[in-house]
């Protein structure tokens, strides 16, 4: 069984946010839902000013606050190591997203069709997008998102975001069962992020947290995270966000 | 022949114009609140002020989950009154314990109605929560203990508590006949079952009252186990929880009791004695609480974490202020009236009422306090602060909540003497 | 014959109340070593197991109303409608 | 569960079988049930390639299409140019091609022109043959009164050169906002098309001059090559210096900050020249052999001639002889006298002409430390490794591992000679063209036309076409829309006759994308006809458009276009990802069928035989001149006359055609034979000095020819007049979100960047008493005319800039989009165009000097 990680090199973040946009393509995210998102820092004072980026995407812990508090199972831990949301299963009592020390989950808060960019059920657009998109919502649907997955066979890649149930960065796991890397991964400009199995040596990840300094985030709260950062270091009381996504619904 | 019967005291089967009219004027209230939650169910919670924690700068849990915690605590005074009232045989506060026995009941089925409209699925979470509970939750423990145990415990002891006035009300012919005989479902009033019950309800307030602490501590624990947010994470949250409940409950109590008291004229039964026990009850109890919160103010700003200090900032100085020093002054003006009439050993009515009000302000703001600020100014990653402030549907669904609370109340109160037969005519 | 009906009755709710009450157990008695463990691998659970633990609960407080309205023992007398004299 | 409209509008229809009922029972009690439907049905899945369309390199993209539907588009691991990653433009399009909002149908205008346009949907043939009649009208009257507007239009071949040239057309371009004065400086200077770039592979030590590394491309590339160099680079050691008023823009990757005051580039640039003479560290094996520097100059500052021969002074000799003359040791220094007159080399009168320029006097001007300066210059010195050389497969190259990266930095009114300078501060250290040095065209090493014919400008008397080529006012041109504008407004004030009539404008929206907004809207006024081709509603069209032809976005064939990455070369092109959207179309079919019935499109010297010769097609490949190809033809053809043998097919299935490594021999000047394509570069230029003295004696005022200098000349910029109470420097640049004014309405986007906002210092800040978010006005002063602009704008604090300046993004201020009308005003309804606001060169300059101000107070 393999023990997925995600390592993000700090070094090489230029802050992009490509990954958010890929992640919201791949899983058709709702707006304002950002599963990986991207803080943009400014520290010191004039002229001796740094800046610096952070991706974060759900740290999919060991010891995750979030499985521990859902009062159904809708939330738990695979022995790969994915920390999955089952959207049939979640009754939308929000625990997990308090629980959470690093505010990564996210909850679906209108209807589906209400839920994204553009109102797909505009009559006049729907009209002339259903011929070619079938009346999907958004028409770049995904249809991997509804499937179910791992031996337990349940419904944990997002879907078509139901209302009333929580959802929060699912490493893709509709794609790494097909042995792709997660979409922000994948579409990296700067490959600053990486994917992979701890219990292969030879992996990209291993050999990278074997030769390099690494650290993860709020590891003082015991979480355990999956997600382990090289470079650069946590952000402290004078890491001043900049250009803060402040996106509600 | 046959004795002439009085009719059952205590405004029992009698029903004034202004009474249809109050019933009315709750039902309206309950409408109002049926249709925010019908909105609600619709829409999806978005019709509410509730926002993701973290980019969205929104507090997740708001006014549902404070009252929801408010309900519960309000339950707590009920049952132990009655429990202590029969362990301690406080027999002068007999007559505020079938009161204090429905509070407890009522109040818990509007904490469980208060969870619902929180959930994104709350049909799902009828069902699954009887189907896929997990212990390891904090919930699980809420929701057994709450509304297994202590919610059934509490009908189990209503109901042998009243089985020996339901057979007095039985006697008189009515419409209501039925439900009097099937409540004292045979009881007689012989020596050998009054020994029965008397040895029954022992045992279970013995009972009771551990299941008691448990469930007000798992509902602490709900917050107390949560490391990821700041101002949550203490192990003083269970006892406070625990004590906070007494004060809104015996708070609430005194009101109820005094209101019974002004409009059934019940003086002879509901003594100063009654309510002088009840303040000093109140009076202890806010004690304590004060207690708490000064330890918890020292502890937050002697040497808080950063992120600690941010919360304590907002709620004693930033956005929370306000609700916070009303919530203080509420309970230290509580605490002095009751401490004043205790050293005068001269005790009035009015003020221990106002004090009871007091409290329970305070309750609420204290609950809205914990439940808030912590989401919305706890984040530990560098997340701008959020906001939270409740839209019409959340306020129509609570109020329709109390509404509904009120109704049961007082319909009962009509069909069942709500203060103890006394014990002259049991015999007739 | 009835007071031995009741007997029975009072016998089956209390081997009820036994099962449903151990059945019931055996959800709190493994999840609590998990309270302190970190969550691994995916639950394994039994659909309405809850049911179960309520149900013992519930059952345990029920008894006080058996004890109370199913007289039991040597002075048990058959219950007689409360009636004015 | 799958939810569609359908399924939702059947689901509220059966529970209850009337709409009534179904709102009765609420939906979220019925997802519980919904929650156990079976997941979606099996579908088609497939991989098809493209290029992206957003930005401006065409970056190569698969589209993941299911049931003929794209639902993803990644980047093309074949590609060198993004190597299987887009940047968050090229992700979000996905949404933007679905935009409900896109033009559905060719449009005609039904009211009048200057407001907010309303219309009627026409069909093509009906929109297609209005357009076409007013070409052939104008075309009637003076093909040059037809005028072609270029925006980001792909596709060079098909628009810019067949439909230009077949039409006759008058050619408008965008460089004159980009980075086209540092393009003029480079073609004159050294003969490279193209802006600064190091060679990332191997330079050690870069000036990353006003590079918004971040957030921008650069010089001929789009975003995410560059940055992908650079961060390579650094892991191998690059150190980089970072010139900018800004930090923001270079991120974490500077590995020191000087913040120069705005506009004053050239200042900084002579004076590191100042200091790597005073130094000696100078490659003066490069100066003489490949360089004018050892070109005599005579007082009058023109080379001194003997019969027509520039002459070099033979240091073994002791004699003026020709430069080409055999055996020549030519002096680099020195003064003598030739023939009664006294001469100097160039190098020497470049010496002498920047000994004024010292650090101490540079910190004055630049605000940037002196000693900062001076290490700077010590530090490229030692890291340029004067006389060292290396071998790059096989070929031993001279090895000088510093450079510069400038890119919009060259957009200022002194942009002209500031990048001439940046380029002598790599002259003087031999860098140019060298391993590791100084980099101009990612194409590689070869001389464009320009270097000659910028030398050889002749400048003619009135009247002057619409952007006043040859003109006394500005003979070298970077044809600025903006100041097209403004001589639309006043003809005889600029001597030219008649103004344009027709417009078309493709892909571009200069309303909002082009500086000085006002005199933009005014000037469009005076068009009689207006044609836009574009798959929104731009604001240009919005207002002044006569017909809309709605343009497909990935639905479409174009291309070529190179995919080269300056290390590995290939080319790609743009396919269909699905049938095109709406009604909307390829441009190119556009193109053709507005030929066909504009009749320009058959026979000699029509579209399809320029089109031959755009796209430099062979026989038997040549589209036969008498029919209609279909679009995929002609890139069936070009494509095997490029020796593809399965023609278009290849593109169809591989996307992008790859021709592996560049050469050394292509890709560095010292490689090629003769090294630097056989010119030398022009150190001193005495073209500049000639057409300064033919402006004078054609009357135009100094402004126009002051900066014509044969060596970079210090100046105050004209900005500097404003009144003191005009205290800070405005400058704008491009966000990471957005592509110029051509995605804000991208709502995937705009909710990464909701709103306009004015970069600023909190130092600065504080003294007005502005708060963090809160709004201000900022107004602008033009020094010459004394207009004032200004807009309302929140603030946002920011210690990575210059307390003395506030900075603007561009890609804000549209209004014809329903997703973008909060998003607040543009950068270029601030700044102004024409005297004092381009460079001698006609470029935009997009520096003003402002202030801000929270009340009403005016």
Not at chain 4, 204 to 226: D, K
Not at chain 4, 611 to 635: E, G
Request: aromatic share 10%.
């Amino acid at each position: 069984m393999a023990r997925y990680a995600m390592v993000i090199d700090l070094d090489r973040c230029t802050g992009c946010r490509a990954c958010m946009e890929a992640c919201k393509v791949e899983n058709n995210t709702p707006q304002a839902h950002f599963w990986m998102y991207v803080f943009r820092f400014e520290e010191g004072e004039y002229p001796n000013t740094r800046v610096w980026f952070m991706p974060r995407p759900c740290m999919h812990c060991d010891n995750a606050p979030c499985v521990k508090v859902c009062p159904v199972g809708a939330r738990y831990k695979r022995p790969d190591g994915l920390v999955a949301t089952d959207f049939d299963r979640c009754i939308g009592c929000r625990y997990c997203e308090v629980a959470c020390p690093y505010g990564v989950n996210y909850f679906n808060w209108k209807k589906p069709e209400r839920n994204h960019y553009i109102d797909w059920t505009d009559r006049e657009a729907g009209a002339v997008l259903d011929p070619v998109t079938n009346g999907a919502v958004p028409p770049y649907k995904n249809p991997d998102l509804e499937k179910p997955y791992g031996p337990e066979r349940r419904r944990i890649a997002g879907g078509g975001h139901l209302k009333g149930v929580i959802e929060k960065c699912t490493f893709c796991v509709h794609r790494v069962e097909r042995g792709q890397q997660p979409a922000c991964v994948a579409n990296c400009p700067l490959y600053a992020l990486h994917f992979g199995d701890l219990d292969d040596p030879g992996s990209r990840v291993s050999q990278l947290l074997r030769r390099r300094p690494h650290f993860r985030l709020l590891e003082e709260a015991g979480t355990q995270p999956r997600v382990y950062y090289l470079g650069g270091k946590p952000p402290g009381e004078e890491s001043r966000q900049i250009e803060a996504v402040r996106a509600r619904v | 022949m046959v004795t002439q019967v009085q009719p059952i005291p205590y405004g029992v089967g009698r029903f004034s114009a202004a009474l249809v009219l109050v019933i009315l004027l709750l039902l309206a209230v309950i409408a109002g609140g049926v249709y925010a939650l019908y909105t609600q169910l619709t829409e999806g919670l978005v019709v509410t002020g509730l926002r993701d924690i973290g980019t969205m700068g929104g507090s997740a849990w708001g006014l549902y989950i404070a009252f929801d915690v408010y309900f519960v605590g309000v339950s707590f005074a009920g049952i132990t009154t009655a429990a202590l009232v029969r362990i301690l045989n406080l027999h002068h506060l007999r007559a505020v314990s079938r009161m204090a026995e429905l509070l407890t009941i009522i109040s818990l089925i509007l904490a469980a109605f208060s969870v619902l409209p929180d959930l994104g699925q709350p049909l799902r979470g009828i069902i699954y929560l009887f189907k896929y509970a997990r212990p390891q939750s904090p919930f699980f423990g809420t929701f057994t203990m709450v509304i297994a145990g202590y919610l059934f415990a509490s009908l189990v002891y209503f109901f042998l508590d009243g089985r020996r006035d339901a057979a007095l009300c039985a006697r008189r012919a009515g419409r209501l006949q039925w439900f009097y005989r099937l409540w004292a479902s045979g009881y007689r009033g012989t020596a050998e079952e009054r020994e029965r019950h008397d040895r029954a309800s022992f045992w279970l307030s013995l009972a009771i009252l551990p299941v008691l602490v448990i469930a007000h501590s798992t509902l602490g624990f709900v917050f107390g186990l949560q490391v990821g947010r700041p101002g949550w994470f203490s192990a003083l949250q269970a006892p406070a929880f625990v004590i906070l409940a007494g004060v809104s409950g015996v708070g609430l109590l005194i009101v109820i009791a005094a209101i019974v008291r002004r409009v059934l004229g019940a003086h002879d039964r509901l003594t100063p004695e009654v309510f002088r026990w009840l303040g000093n009850m109140l009076m202890v109890l806010v004690a304590a609480y004060l207690y708490f919160m000064v330890v918890d103010w020292l502890t937050a700003t002697y040497a808080a974490p950063s992120h600690e200090a941010r919360i304590s900032r907002a709620i004693y100085f930033g956005r929370y202020a306000g609700v916070y020093w009303t919530s203080v002054a509420a309970l230290v003006a509580a605490f002095v009236l009751q401490f004043r009439q205790f050293m005068r050993q001269r005790y009035e009515l009015s003020r221990i009422v106002l004090a009871g009000v007091l409290a329970n302000v305070a309750a609420v703001g204290k609950r809205m306090l914990i439940v808030v600020p912590s989401q919305t100014h706890g984040a530990l990653l560098p997340y701008p602060p959020g906001t939270y402030s409740p839209t019409w549907v959340e306020y129509g669904i609570i109020l329709g909540l109390f509404g509904l609370g009120t109704l049961m109340y007082v319909v009962f109160s009509k069909i069942f003497p709500i203060i103890e037969l006394p014990e002259e005519g049991v015999e007739g | 014959m009835r007071a031995f009906l009741t007997r029975l009755m009072v016998l089956a709710g209390l081997v009820f109340a036994a099962t449903s009450f151990t059945l019931g157990l055996r959800l709190p008695i493994p999840g609590v070593p998990q309270l302190t463990a970190a969550p691994t691998g995916l639950p394994g659970e039994i659909p309405y197991l809850p049911v179960f633990f309520i149900l013992g609960i519930m059952l345990m407080f029920l008894s006080a109303v058996v004890y109370e309205l199913v007289p039991g023992g040597r002075n048990a007398s058959p219950p007689v409608r409360p009636r004015p004299r | 569960m799958k939810i569609s409209r359908r399924t939702f509008v059947k689901g509220a229809a059966a529970a209850g079988g009337a709409a009534v009922a179904g709102r009765v029972i609420p939906r979220g009690l019925e997802t519980l049930v919904a929650a156990q439907r079976t997941t979606a049905p099996a579908v088609t899945e497939e991989w098809v390639p493209t290029t992206c369309w957003i930005g401006k390199q065409d970056c190569g993209m698969l589209a993941r299409r299911i049931n003929g539907r794209v639902v993803k588009l990644e980047g093309h691991p074949g590609n060198p140019l993004n190597r299987g990653t887009l940047c968050p433009k090229g992700v979000a399009q996905i949404i933007a091609v679905y935009d409900p909002h896109r033009v559905k149908a060719p449009l005609i205008r039904t009211n009048e022109k200057g407001i907010p346009g309303r219309w009627r949907q026409a069909t093509w043939d009906e929109a297609l043959d209005l357009v076409a009649r007013r070409i052939r009208e104008v075309r009637a009257k003076d093909p040059k009164l037809l005028v072609w507007q270029k925006g980001r239009s792909k596709g060079k071949a098909f628009y810019d050169e067949a439909f230009v040239k077949a039409s006759g057309a008058t050619k408008l371009h965008h460089g004159a906002f980009c980075s086209d004065a540092g393009y003029r400086a480079c073609e004159y200077t050294v003969g490279m098309s193209g802006v600064l770039h190091p060679d990332f592979r191997h330079t050690r030590y870069l000036l990353a001059w006003g590079w918004n590394a971040t957030n921008a491309g650069g010089n001929q590339l789009c975003w995410i090559t560059w940055p992908q160099q650079l961060v390579a680079a650094r892991e191998r050691g690059l150190k980089v210096v970072v010139i900018d008023p800004r930090l923001r823009g270079a991120g974490p990757f500077a590995d020191e900050w000087l913040p120069i005051r705005p506009g004053t580039d050239l200042a900084l640039a002579l004076a590191l020249c100042h200091e790597l003479i005073r130094q000696g560290t100078v490659d003066r094996d490069y100066l003489a052999r490949y360089t004018n520097a050892p070109y005599l100059v005579a007082e009058d500052g023109f080379f001194l001639r003997v019969n027509g021969k520039e002459q070099v002074w033979d240091a073994t000799q002791g004699t003026a002889r020709p430069v080409d003359a055999p055996g020549v040791t030519p002096a680099l220094e020195g003064a003598f006298t030739v023939g009664g007159r006294n001469v100097r080399t160039a190098f020497q009168v470049f010496r002498e002409h920047v000994a004024q320029y010292t650090p101490e006097w540079a910190a004055e001007v630049c605000g940037v430390p002196a000693e900062a300066i001076r290490r700077v210059a010590r530090e490229l010195g030692e890291e340029a490794r004067i006389g060292s050389s290396t071998v790059i497969d096989g070929v031993t190259l001279p090895y000088r591992p510093v450079a510069i990266m400038a890119y919009h930095v060259s957009q200022q009114e002194l942009g002209f000679q500031a990048v001439r300078a940046m380029l002598m501060v790599m002259m003087l250290l031999g860098a140019v063209g060298a391993v590791g040095g100084q980099r101009v065209d990612v194409g590689g090493w070869s001389v464009h036309e320009n270097f000659e014919k910028l030398d050889q400008i002749e400048i003619k008397d009135p009247p002057y076409n619409i952007y006043l080529k040859d003109s006394k006012y500005f003979p070298i041109n970077s044809n600025n829309s903006a100041v097209v504008a403004r001589v639309m407004l006043n003809p005889d004030k600029y001597g030219v006759k008649d103004r344009p009539e027709v417009l078309i404008v493709h892909m571009s929206n200069p309303l909002v994308a082009f500086a000085s907004q006002p005199d933009l809207i005014e000037s469009y006024k005076k068009f009689k006809f207006v044609a836009v081709i574009d798959p929104w509603l731009s604001e240009t069209a919005d207002y002044f458009a006569d017909v809309v032809l709605p343009a497909a976005t990935i639905e479409k064939y174009e291309g070529p276009s190179k995919a080269s990455d300056q290390y590995v070369d290939g080319v790609a092109l743009r396919l269909p990802a699905m049938k095109p959207l709406f009604q909307s179309r390829g441009d190119i079919d556009i193109y053709l069928d507005l030929c066909e019935k504009a009749g320009i499109l058959y026979g000699k010297g029509g579209y399809l035989d320029h089109l031959n010769q755009a796209l430099k097609l062979k026989a038997p490949y040549l589209l036969p001149l008498d029919r209609k190809p279909t679009v995929r033809s002609i890139f069936d053809r070009w494509a095997r006359s490029e020796g593809i043998s399965e023609g278009v097919a290849y593109f169809e299935k591989h996307g992008v055609k790859v021709k592996g490594p560049i050469p050394p021999e292509k890709a560095y000047g010292y490689a090629t034979h003769p090294p630097f394509g056989g010119v030398r570069h022009r150190l001193y230029g005495e073209a500049l000095l000639r057409y300064r003295q033919e402006m004078r004696q054609r009357g135009a005022a100094p402004l126009y020819w002051q900066d014509y200098t044969p060596l970079p000349t210090w100046r105050r910029p004209t900005m500097e007049e404003s009144p003191a109470r005009y205290d800070l420097y405005l400058i704008s640049y491009k966000m990471i979100e957005f592509k110029q004014s051509r995605s804000s309405f991208i709502p995937l986007l705009a909710e990464l960047a909701p709103k306009q906002r004015l970069d600023i210092n909190p130092q600065a800040a504080r003294q007005r008493g502005i708060r963090n978010g809160e709004e201000v006005w900022v107004e602008s002063h033009n020094a010459l005319t004394g207009e004032t602009r200004r807009v309302r704008v929140p603030v946002h604090y920011t210690e990575a800039i210059r307390p003395d300046t506030v900075g603007l993004p561009h890609h804000y201020g549209l209004w014809s989009h329903p997703g973008v009308r909060e998003q607040g005003p543009t950068a270029n309804a601030l700044y102004f165009t024409g005297e004092g606001y381009v460079a001698n060169t006609a470029d935009q300059s997009f520096h003003v000097k402002v202030r801000v101000y929270k009340g009403e107070e005016r």
